[in-house]
């Protein structure tokens, strides 16, 4: 008899919203799986388990036992309107899959879908399809080296060119997106992808230092006057005369389009100590000679952005320095920042994101992106400028930044420590769901926030264009014999 109790699949609900359950274990249940639940009092719902655990009865056979969320009413095998209500005993059972696939139609109502992968292992599984609209709140991808995040970023990206008119600015440290243009395999191209693609990506520009980039260069005078001075390290208690000394002199040129070098001409044609002393620091520092600045008459990024752009990536993976990389990632935020009254929604993708606003900054120029990152992270919806953060080391990231982020993109991770922070970070995203992340393989992940209508275990699907990046060759490891 107490076999037979222990054994069988049973749930209850005190408040319509939650629920309990006992199963056999022979049943499969899993965290994450959507169950249908048929109540002794007439009513059906569709559930989804969140908690599960095993348990020994003492019997032989171990059961299973847990909670879960009800997430609608079930008709007539249809979902409806209504809230459930309590129950006291109900019969459990893996819910169909064309009941979850309503679910989620039902829980998109005529938003954009972008469909970036499929659900689950099932043989004929369903297609995993984000909220177009969530990303209208900052998004962190995750996931530990080699996880794919940035093939998944790259799938999220292409679906957003295809379906939305969101704008995106790309910074590209390792030269991975520089091909988001170009599809991988037009002649294959079904349903009219490949002009779809093409009218999509029209508007895409790449700058950068390789043939046939855009060149990727900035004018120091258009900097903000305290980002000028932080790249010239310049204090303004600590170097009260030479930062005095330096504001007099950008405020008797009169524009904005000086270079660092006009300001050491200016400096040492002055007599005081504290010009000589600036004249001395821009020699010192190194920073007159960088790449990145444009030179008299040449013409910056700013004026080459063509006037009705939608997507821009700047491949900092070509120029020659991680401190030009850093210092161009840093004025590029600051430049969106300071355009923020434009109120044009902008997505603002940083890959790497630890590199461009690290909780410990290393240098001036972390400092200074992580300074406008953190305004953009607490008020930069209000404007329309929304983040999309991808990092292997969430703890790196600036506290306040990562506190900011509502959707969470998590790919594989092995860090127990890391997930446990990214369970507490992410406290609306079920922690049963978030230590999965241990388990997943190559392109396996899970979504969750206003981004996914409930959060989704997801495969990512293919990608249309090409991956840019160079991938180390592995023929090294390669058999010798034979
Ligand atoms: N869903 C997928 N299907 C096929 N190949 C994939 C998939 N996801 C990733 N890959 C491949 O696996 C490799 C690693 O993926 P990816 O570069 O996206 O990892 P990553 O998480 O960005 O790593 P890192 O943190 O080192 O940048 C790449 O060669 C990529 O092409
Ligand atoms: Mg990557």
Redo the contacts with the bound molecule.
């Keep these: 008899m107490t076999a037979i109790m222990t054994t069988m699949t049973t749930a209850y609900s005190i408040d319509g919203r939650t629920f309990r359950f006992t199963a056999d274990v022979a049943t499969g249940l899993t965290s994450g799986a959507y169950i249908r639940v048929d109540a002794d009092n007439g009513m059906s719902c569709l559930g989804r388990i969140i908690e599960i655990e095993a348990s020994d009865t003492g019997t032989g056979r171990p059961v299973i036992t847990g909670s879960g969320v009800i997430r609608a009413r079930v008709e007539d095998g249809d979902i409806v309107a209504g809230a459930p209500t309590a129950f006291g005993a109900a019969r459990i059972s893996i819910a169909d899959p064309g009941l979850v696939a309503a679910h989620f139609r039902t829980a998109r109502r005529d938003k954009a879908g972008l469909e970036i992968?499929t659900l689950g292992d099932a043989a004929d599984p369903l297609p995993a399809t984000l909220l177009a609209s969530g990303f209208g709140r900052h998004t962190l991808v995750c996931?530990?080296?080699?996880?794919?995040?940035?093939?998944?970023?790259?799938?999220m990206l292409e679906r957003l060119l295809l379906n939305t008119d969101l704008r995106m600015i790309v910074l590209d440290p390792?030269s991975?997106y520089i091909r988001l243009a170009e599809l991988r395999d037009p002649d294959a191209a079904q349903g009219g992808l490949a002009d779809r693609y093409a009218a999509a990506t029209r508007r895409l520009s790449v700058f950068g230092n390789r043939p046939g980039q855009i060149p990727l260069r900035s004018r120091f005078g258009r900097l903000p006057l305290t980002k000028q001075a932080l790249v010239l390290n310049l204090d303004p208690i600590r170097d009260a005369r030479e930062y005095n000394a330096f504001r007099r002199i950008v405020r008797d040129i009169g524009s904005t389009e000086y270079t660092l070098t006009d300001v050491r001409h200016r400096a040492s044609a002055l007599h005081d100590d504290a010009s000589r002393d600036l004249a001395m620091r821009i020699e010192n520092l190194d920073v007159e000679e960088l790449g990145i600045w444009a030179q008299a008459g040449e013409p910056t990024l700013l004026d080459l952005v063509p006037q009705d752009w939608r997507a821009l990536v700047f491949d900092l993976g070509s120029l020659p320095s991680s401190g030009e990389a850093s210092l161009l990632a840093a004025s590029l935020v600051s430049q969106l920042w300071k355009q923020r009254q434009d109120r044009i929604p902008t997505l603002l993708v940083i890959?790497?994101a630890h590199n461009v606003c690290p909780q410990i900054p290393l240098d001036r120029f972390q400092e200074m992106a992580s300074a406008d990152l953190t305004a953009i992270a607490g008020e930069g919806r209000k404007f329309g400028i929304y983040l999309l953060l991808?990092t292997?080391r969430p703890q790196k990231l600036q506290v306040n930044v990562l506190s900011q982020c509502e959707n969470l993109v998590l790919?594989r991770m092995n860090s127990a420590e890391d997930i446990e922070h990214l369970a507490a970070s992410f406290s609306h995203v079920p922690a049963s769901l978030v230590r999965q992340a241990a388990g997943f393989g190559?392109?396996q992940g899970l979504v969750g926030g206003p981004v996914a209508p409930d959060p989704l275990l997801f495969?990512?699907?293919?990608?249309h264009s090409v991956?840019g990046?160079s991938?180390i060759p592995s023929t090294w490891a390669g058999s010798r014999t034979g």
């Design positions: 992968g996931g530990q080296s080699g996880s794919g995040k940035t093939y998944t970023l790259g799938v390792n991975d890959d790497e991808v292997q790919m190559l392109g495969r990512t699907g293919t990608r991956e990046g991938d």
